[in-house]
């Protein structure tokens, strides 16, 4: 395109020449393209920040999952040392038990009955107890393995949502100055160009 003179016009940060027709097509078209090419980087941007924004909301997931494998894990743990407490205490107050009685058999049938009586008296006690203590240490062992759930589920909520946070207010936030930039750099060109257009009439 022949050039009328070697006037320059600033649109934008960027000087063009003034042609007959008016601004250099062909260093317009240059600009504006500059213009799309910073745009599609912002928008790269914009997808990275939402893929981090699913790896926090996956994060909360497994999160959770780990809690209930945990509490699962506890609650069996506390099951089965309930369960092999009481076992013992009836295998100990089983033997006592056969003992007592062996030793009542060789006396009198009087002292034996009397005997019988009081080592049944024990054994049911000392089943009673070990019951009742097999029963709080199952509740301890719960009580404490849901504690321990509970802190690790809320300490990797807190975490997680520390980290969808950010990834949200970074995206929002480079959405806003991306799509706040291109109109504003898009209304000046605009205005420029219509300006220099007139002034050329």
């Known amino acids: 395109m022949q050039l009328t003179s070697d006037k320059l016009k600033e649109i934008g940060g960027r000087r063009f020449r003034i042609v007959k027709n008016g601004l250099d097509e062909v260093e317009v078209s240059s600009f504006i393209a500059s213009l ?59 033997s006592e038990a056969d003992k007592f009685i062996a ?44 504690k321990l759930v509970a802190e690790a589920t809320e300490k990797a909520k807190k975490e997680a949502l520390i980290i969808a946070q950010q990834a949200n207010q970074l995206l929002m936030r480079s959405r806003k100055m991306a799509e706040r930039e291109v109109a504003e750099k898009f209304k000046k060109v605009c205005e420029e160009l219509i300006s220099s257009a007139n002034e050329s009439k």
Do not use: F, Y
């Open 103 to 146: 030793e009542s058999k060789q006396r009198a049938e009087q002292v034996a009955q009397s005997k019988m009586e009081s080592v049944q008296r024990q054994a049911e006690q000392i089943i009673r107890d070990a019951e009742a203590k097999a029963e709080n240490v199952k509740r301890t062992a719960e009580e404490e393995a849901s």
């Open 36 to 94: 799309i090419q910073q745009n599609n980087e912002l928008a790269n941007k914009a997808e990275h920040l939402s893929a981090l924004t699913k790896l926090a909301e996956s994060m909360v997931v497994e999160a959770e999952n780990q809690a209930k494998s945990v509490k699962t894990q506890a609650e069996e743990e506390a099951k089965a040392e309930a369960s092999g407490i009481v076992a013992a205490a009836e295998e100990q107050a089983k």
